[in-house]
């Protein structure tokens, strides 16, 4: 007979304040627990009643990370697959929302034989079977808490955990609970009472947290860890500080040096091996050199006020710099600015010029205007789906077919170059119906592209309504731009290059989702070399 192996589980839930960095402190214990060579899953739980993160304001709540199997989720997911270098899926994200739509759902379908449908036990037992359900087949599966403990809304996600404990035994898991340490300037004294408060908010749910993480701003000493210790009944050796880091990579190495991994090990009653941590240690290495030769990239965006917007493309920037051992300055240009044509004057500035992903009509023809300007001056340029949209609009009315469109900017035109195809039609505005996830492209051989990818098959994650139109895609070559990798299995266009510049690359899909830290992608690397010129 074989033995079932015994999943076991780490609950992240944080205190304090919200914003402390808990998806980094769930990615970082993933990753050095991966890097112990266990087989390790992530899943986030987040209280909004939303079913996904695909209807959410990306200027509240930041960007929206798209998994292989097209869920839409919090970015924080984003963190975790570069932070373990692993693919995550559908399972891997649960808003409350999804929760309650199958309670409510079930209950519909008679499935609950008569009973009062309650918070406890029937919506706990849904939360539950959507964490057991992720944590199959792995080693350790490692599930954050959205929000604050003490928050209402996440009351009916820490009751679940603290359930489960019962039910899979308590020895199969472990409580991680993540504080703040304020620092009073006037008296520079670092304050433990907020983390004690919580530690005891969190007891009064039920739960014991095994390992406290302490956030401060400055370096906290060793006595704050006995005080702490003393307040909140954690073991001295089961706390770990972590002050401000410098790069958000670091943060794995200074929990590794805080031993608290072994910590966990031990709890847990696995035997723990020697981390891996080479390559990493190598990329902390460059991410916090400061090298002599600099870039500036422009970059064309309409959401200035919140940098998590775009954190998964500036993440990919990041790494395809510190590989390519260069300083980049990322400087964000409205591009409701660039609407008119003499402001974009300003951006022979920039090395290279970056148009990400957007929706919605406002600032588009102020990046259509930035792709023309790209182009026009051959500066490299690199478009992100809604970019490579822009990009071909671009080229085509700087081929004076000036009435070229897209379905954002005008849904009635018919020179929609970029439009919707009819699977998309009348579906706007409604959640999870956009082109999502993984699909395939094939790569023409004697492209500037298949040069980076150095492939001719790859598979990219797409999260978009609008494509370029069959219809359009003959004039392309007289528009000055080729077709460059296409989906084999509908014929749609993935990615366009100029034929006469030294880099104007854009595709449909967002490459950024699929970087990693230790590993860039192809072409962030390619835009970057092309504005380096190596
Ligand atoms: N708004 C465009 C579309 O729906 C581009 C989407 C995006 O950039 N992710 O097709």
């Known amino acids: 007979m074989v033995l079932k192996?015994?999943?076991?589980?780490?609950?992240?839930?944080?205190?304090?304040?919200?914003?402390?960095?808990?998806?980094?402190?769930?990615?970082?214990?993933?990753?050095?627990?991966?890097?112990?060579?266990?087989?390790?899953?992530?899943?986030?739980?987040?209280?909004?009643?939303?079913?996904?993160?695909?209807?959410?304001?990306?200027?509240?709540?930041?960007?929206?990370?798209?998994t292989k199997d097209g869920a839409e989720t919090d970015l924080d997911l984003g963190h975790y697959e570069?932070?373990?270098?692993?693919?995550?899926?559908?399972?891997?994200?649960?808003?409350a929302g999804?929760?309650?739509?199958?309670?409510?759902?079930?209950e519909r379908a008679g499935k609950y034989d008569g009973d009062d449908v309650q918070i406890i036990p029937h919506l706990t037992a849904a939360i539950q079977g959507y964490?057991?359900?992720?944590?199959?087949?792995?080693?350790i599966h490692i599930v954050e808490i959205g929000g604050t403990v003490g928050d209402y809304e996440s009351l009916s996600f820490i009751e679940a955990i603290r359930e489960l404990g019962l039910k899979v035994g308590i020895e199969n898991c472990l409580y991680i609970h993540l504080v703040y340490l304020p620092y009073i300037n006037t008296s520079h004294e670092i304050k433990t009472k907020p983390a004690q408060n919580s530690a005891r908010e969190l007891r009064g749910l039920g739960i014991q947290p095994n390992i406290l993480v302490a956030r401060s701003e400055e370096p906290a000493n060793s006595n704050i860890v006995k005080k702490i210790s003393l307040f909140t009944g954690v073991k001295e050796s089961s706390i770990a500080l972590l002050p401000n880091a410098p790069s958000i990579y670091e943060v794995p190495l200074t929990l590794e040096d805080s031993g608290v991994a072994t910590e966990i090990v031990r709890l847990l009653g696995l035997k723990d091996n020697k981390p891996s941590?080479?390559?990493?240690?190598?990329?902390?290495?460059?991410?916090?050199?400061?090298?002599?030769?600099?870039?500036?990239?422009?970059?064309?965006?309409?959401?200035?006020?919140?940098?998590?917007?775009?954190?998964?493309?500036?993440?990919?920037?990041?790494?395809?710099?510190?590989?390519?051992?260069?300083?980049?300055?990322?400087?964000?240009?409205?591009?409701?600015?660039?609407e008119d044509q003499k402001n974009t004057q300003k951006l022979k500035e920039y090395d290279g010029i970056l148009v990400p992903g957007g929706f919605g009509k406002r600032g588009l023809e102020g990046?259509?205007?930035?792709?023309?300007?790209?182009?026009?001056?051959?500066?490299?340029?690199?478009?992100?789906?809604?970019?490579?949209q822009m990009a071909v609009i671009a080229a085509a009315r700087l081929s004076n077919f000036n009435e070229a469109t897209s379905f954002e900017i005008d849904p009635k035109?018919?020179?929609?170059?970029?439009?919707?195809?009819?699977d998309q039609k009348g579906k706007e505005n409604t959640g999870g119906t956009m082109r999502l996830g993984n699909y395939n492209c094939n790569i023409n051989k004697d492209s500037l592209t298949f040069k980076l990818y150095n492939q001719e098959k790859i598979i990219e994650r797409h999260r978009h309504r609008g494509e370029c139109n069959p219809k359009y895609t003959g004039d392309f070559d007289k528009w000055g731009i080729r077709i460059a990798g296409v989906n084999p299995d509908n014929g749609l266009v993935e990615i366009i290059e100029a034929k006469d510049h030294p880099f104007y690359v854009a595709c449909q899909f967002h490459p950024e989702f699929k970087s990693r830290p230790t590993k860039p992608h192809p072409l962030f690397e390619g835009f970057l070399k092309a504005i380096l010129k190596v």
């Open 5 to 66: 192996k015994q999943t076991k589980y780490i609950f992240v839930t944080g205190g304090v304040i919200s914003g402390l960095g808990k998806g980094i402190t769930a990615a970082s214990i993933a990753n050095l627990l991966k890097a112990r060579g266990f087989n390790v899953n992530l899943q986030k739980c987040d209280p909004y009643l939303n079913v996904d993160a695909g209807m959410l304001n990306p200027r509240e709540h930041g960007e929206c990370f798209v």
């Open 82 to 95: 570069r932070f373990i270098d692993q693919e995550l899926n559908q399972q891997s994200s649960l808003m």
């Open 98 to 106: 999804r929760v309650l739509l199958k309670v409510i759902q079930d």
């Open 131 to 139: 964490i057991l359900e992720a944590g199959k087949g792995f080693d």
């Open 277 to 338: 941590l080479k390559e990493w240690r190598k990329m902390v290495d460059l991410a916090t050199k400061s090298f002599d030769k600099k870039i500036r990239i422009g970059f064309i965006a309409k959401y200035l006020d919140n940098t998590d917007t775009y954190v998964s493309v500036f993440e990919a920037l990041k790494s395809a710099a510190l590989w390519n051992e260069v300083k980049i300055d990322i400087d964000w240009i409205d591009s409701t600015e660039l």
């Open 367 to 388: 990046k259509i205007n930035a792709a023309k300007f790209a182009y026009q001056n051959k500066i490299p340029y690199l478009g992100l789906c809604l970019g490579m």
């Open 413 to 422: 035109s018919k020179f929609q170059v970029i439009t919707t195809m009819n």
